[in-house]
């Protein structure tokens, strides 16, 4: 057996992942309910992939209120009655040896469902897009207690992990670009004051959650005079002074861009904020072959590799990375009969 490190176990704080294969967070839009609860599916849905051996399942964009969903099937957590089938969920994936984690969200002016949607500035996404309400510094402060909500319902439903999502342009990204974020207050102008409404997230989540703490970012808007990769290695910076563990690195929409996507196009975003900043990173986008994700580990370019789409596409990619790196693998009992010939 060689020594892959995508399959060397990784700890942080008191968690620790068997491997360093992420489920990245990826909505379902499947709450038919449109109360924010799950669903048998979402049950079929990650528990198979906590079969297939992934290290840490990230559950989709889960949002912190009713406005900040993206569509009206999206999961919630803005109330106590959430947690009961979230609890039962996180249980059974821990079942089969994952850790989970949750992605606390609110969409911004992203929301496609119906009422008023908000943002920092009043500014749609594109000019087909619905014109959000800029936040009164009431709603602000609001907003940031029911991300604090959100994580202590996480909590209590035993997750081990909390991502917030910071990225693709939905809300707090919003507050991060000088292209949604036009605010003559302390929450807009420099990158300091835009930096604001994260850090009060961050903080307010903090004093009820001790655990590992991730955050999502868009380490580039893809325009001129938008967020640049400069931007978030110091946004990084102080992420990791407010008590942030790792940051996951994905990159865009913010605002309609022409980007060029090929296999790894974000890892050399992961590579510097986790160089400059001295912070744990993921890596993620077009990530879909076991050696691609040795070489991003091996050559120090992240700490966790977020798969997405290949997940969709083989829910037991873990089993089939494991064989062509040649690395050991445990299965469920009941499976591991499929192992011996
Ligand atoms: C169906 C689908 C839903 C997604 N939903 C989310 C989400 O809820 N939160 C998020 O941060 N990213 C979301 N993403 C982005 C993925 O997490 C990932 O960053 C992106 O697909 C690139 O990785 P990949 O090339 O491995 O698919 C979604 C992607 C897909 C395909």
């Known amino acids: 057996m060689k ?9 942080i704080k008191d968690v620790t992942l068997k491997n360093r294969i992420v489920m990245s967070p990826m909505c379902m839009y499947s709450a038919a309910n449109k109360k924010g609860f799950l669903e048998d599916f979402h049950f079929t849905h990650y528990i198979s992939r906590a079969v297939g051996q992934v290290g840490l399942i990230i559950l989709e964009a889960t949002a912190v209120t009713p406005e900040g969903r993206i569509s009206e099937l999206d999961l919630g957590i803005w109330e106590d009655d959430h947690i009961i089938k979230l ?24 929301s496609n469902v119906s009422g008023d949607i908000f943002a920092p500035s009043s500014i749609p996404f594109d000019q087909n897009s619905r014109t959000p309400k800029e936040l009164t510094k009431e709603q602000i402060k609001e907003t940031v207690e029911k991300f604090q909500l959100g994580a202590k319902r996480a909590k209590d439903a035993g997750f081990d992990i909390i991502e917030i999502h910071a990225a693709h342009g939905y809300l707090i990204n919003e507050f991060l670009s000088p292209l949604s974020n ?5 929450y807009g102008g420099s990158l300091e004051n835009r930096y604001r409404f994260l850090k009060e997230v961050i903080q307010a989540v903090r004093k009820v959650w001790e655990g590992p703490l991730f955050v999502r970012v868009s380490a580039s808007d893809y325009v001129e005079g938008g967020s640049t990769i400069n931007d978030y290695v110091q946004i990084a910076k102080w992420l990791k002074e407010d008590g942030v563990d790792l940051i996951d690195v994905s990159s865009g929409g913010l605002v309609p861009a022409n980007i060029d996507v090929y296999p790894g196009y ?10 400059e900043a001295n912070i744990k990173t993921g890596a993620v986008g077009l990530i879909t072959s076991p050696l691609q994700a040795e070489e991003i580990l091996k050559n120090n370019r992240a700490d966790l590799i977020f798969v997405a789409r290949e997940l969709l596409r083989n829910p037991y990619w873990p089993y089939h990375a494991a064989n062509e790196l040649n690395a050991k693998i445990e299965s469920p009992t009941q499976y591991e009969r499929g192992w011996r010939i």
Not at 3 to 11: A, C, E, G, N, V
Not at 182 to 186: F, I, L, Q, T
Not at 268 to 273: A, C, L, Q, R
């Open 266 to 275: 974000q890892v050399p975003f992961s590579e510097k904020i986790r160089q």
């Open 182 to 186: 036009k605010r003559n207050d302390e």
């Open 87 to 110: 609890a039962e969920l996180v249980q059974q994936i821990k079942s089969y040896g994952a850790k989970t984690g949750i992605q606390l969200a609110h969409a911004g002016r992203k």
């Open 3 to 11: 020594d892959r490190l995508l399959f060397s176990p990784f700890t």
